[in-house]
C-alpha cells in the first residue's frame, strides 16, 4: 500500500511542510530527508491508499497558493487538518469512479487516463 504523507521543517520561527507519497513507510521517506538537512523534521500525518500518487496530485492543486517551493507549502493548523480530510474525500471518489464508471471502464481504468 502506499502512503500520502505530510512532513513538517522546521525552519527558524516558521514551520513547512513536504506533501509527498511513497510506497515505504513514511519514517523511512523522513529519513531520507534529514540526509543532509538541518532542519528538525517530523512526520505530521499519512494516508494509506492504492492512489497515492493521484492523491498527491489532488494536494498540490488545493495548496497551490501555499506552496513555497517544489512540494514544500506554508500551511496553518486547519490545512494541516483538512490534509486527511481531502485524502479520505479523494480516495473515496477514486474508488467510487474506478468501480462504477464505464466511460472509465472502457478505457482501460482510472489510471490509464
Known amino acids: ?3 500520502v504523507y505530510l512532513i513538517s521543517a522546521q525552519k527558524e520561527n516558521n514551520k513547512v511542510f513536504k506533501i509527498g507519497y511513497t510506497s515505504r513507510d513514511p519514517n523511512d521517506r523522513l529519513k531520507e ?3 543532509g538537512n ?3 523534521l ?3 500525518s499519512f494516508f494509506a491508499t492504492k492512489w497515492a500518487r493521484k492523491i498527491e ?3 498540490h492543486k488545493h495548496f ?3 506552496k513555497i517551493n517544489g512540494e514544500w507549502y506554508e500551511l496553518d493548523k ?3 487538518v483538512e490534509f486527511l480530510r481531502i485524502c479520505q474525500i479523494s480516495h473515496d471518489n477514486l474508488e467510487l469512479l474506478s468501480k462504477s464508471n464505464s466511460w472509465i471502464a472502457d478505457r482501460g481504468g482510472i489510471n490509464k487516463i
Open 38 to 40: 538541518s532542519d528538525k
Open 78 to 80: 486547519l490545512q494541516i
Open 33 to 35: 530527508l534529514k540526509t
Open 42 to 44: 517530523m512526520v505530521e
Open 1 to 3: 500500500m502506499k502512503m
Open 57 to 59: 496530485n489532488i494536494l
Open 64 to 66: 497551490s497558493r501555499n
